[in-house]
C-alpha cells in the first residue's frame, strides 16, 4: 500500500498546489492552464482524446510487439554466431544515436507517409533494449547445466531452447520495461510529423491553435497510455516468471 498511496497522496499535493498557485497569481490560461482547466478540456473534447488515444494505442502496440520479436531474433542469431555479434555490435549501438526527430522525415521521404515509416521508427527504438538485454541474459545460464547438456548429446536448439533462453527471460522482461516505458513518446513523435490520428496528430493541432489545456491533456493522456504499456509488462513478467526466487533480507540477519 505505501507504494500506491504515497505517490498518489503526492501527486495530489502536487495539483492542489498547482491548482493554488493559478488561482492565488491570476495566471493566465494560454500560460499556464490550472489542472481545473485542464480536466474541463479534456472533458470537453472526451470523444476526440479517447479515438486519438486509440490510434496511439494501436501503434504503440505493433510497434512494441514487432521491436519485440525484432530483438529477440537479433539477440539469439549474435548469440549462436559470435563473429555476427562482433561485427554488429557497434551498428547496434549507432542505431540509438541517430534523433528521432531527423530519422523520421527520412523515413517517410524513403516510404511515404503510411504506417510503415512509424512502425520502422517504433522498432528502432523498442528493439535495441529488448535485444541487449536478450543478448546478456543468453549467456547468464548455468555453466554446469550448459556442460551437462553437452554430455548428455543435447543439440544447440535443445540448449538455446531448454536451458538459455528460459535463462533470459527476466533479462527480456528488463529490457521490455524500458522500451514500453519509451514506445509512447515514440509514437508521439511518429504522429507529430505526419499522421492523420493519434494523440501526436491532436497535440500539433492544439499547440498550433494555443490551445494550452488542450496540450496538457494531450500529456496527461500520453502519460497514463506509458504507465498502462509499463504495467502491462509488470504483470506479464509476474505471470510468466514463477519460479524466480524472492529477494532474501540476508541484512536483517547480519543486523541480528
Known amino acids: ?41 479534456m472533458y470537453r473534447d472526451s470523444a476526440i482524446l479517447l479515438d486519438h488515444a486509440r490510434a496511439t494505442f ?5 510497434g512494441l510487439g514487432l521491436g519485440l520479436v525484432f ?4 539477440a539469439v542469431v549474435l548469440h549462436i554466431v559470435p563473429f555476427l ?19 523520421g522525415p527520412l523515413l517517410m521521404i524513403w516510404f511515404g ?3 510503415t515509416p512509424k512502425l520502422i521508427l517504433l522498432v528502432l527504438v523498442c528493439f535495441f533494449p529488448v535485444a541487449l538485454s536478450v543478448l546478456v541474459g543468453l549467456g547468464q545460464a548455468e555453466p554446469h547445466l550448459r556442460e ?7 543439440s544447440r536448439w535443445e540448449k538455446l531452447k531448454r536451458l538459455e533462453f528460459p ?4 533479462y527480456l522482461f528488463s529490457g521490455l520495461r524500458i522500451a ?7 509514437a508521439i513523435v511518429a504522429e507529430w510529423l505526419g499522421a492523420s490520428k493519434g494523440i501526436g496528430f491532436y497535440l500539433k493541432l492544439k499547440f498550433n491553435g494555443f490551445d494550452q489545456s488542450a496540450v496538457f491533456g494531450s500529456v496527461v493522456c500520453i502519460v497514463g497510455l506509458s504507465f498502462l504499456f509499463y504495467y502491462s509488462v509488470v504483470v506479464a513478467e509476474r505471470l510468466i516468471i514463477r519460479w524466480k526466487p524472492k529477494p532474501r533480507d540476508d541484512w536483517k540477519g547480519a543486523s541480528a
Do not use: H
Not at 58 to 62: P, R, T, V
Not at 86 to 101: C, D
Not at 149 to 154: D, E, N, R, V
Open 85 to 103: 555479434r562482433e561485427a554488429f555490435a557497434p551498428l547496434l549501438v549507432l542505431s540509438q544515436n541517430i534523433p528521432l526527430i531527423a530519422l
Open 58 to 62: 494501436g501503434l504503440a502496440l505493433e
Open 113 to 115: 507517409f503510411g504506417l
Open 1 to 41: 500500500m505505501k507504494k500506491v498511496v504515497l505517490p498518489v497522496i503526492t501527486m495530489l499535493v502536487l495539483i492542489g498546489v498547482w491548482q493554488a498557485v493559478c488561482d492565488l497569481f491570476g495566471i493566465q490560461t494560454y500560460t499556464l492552464p490550472s489542472p481545473w482547466d485542464i480536466a474541463v478540456t
Open 71 to 74: 530483438g529477440i531474433v537479433v
Open 167 to 170: 535463462a533470459s527471460l527476466s
Open 148 to 154: 551437462y547438456l553437452g554430455m548428455i548429446g543435447a
Open 180 to 186: 514500453a516505458t519509451y514506445v509512447v513518446s515514440s
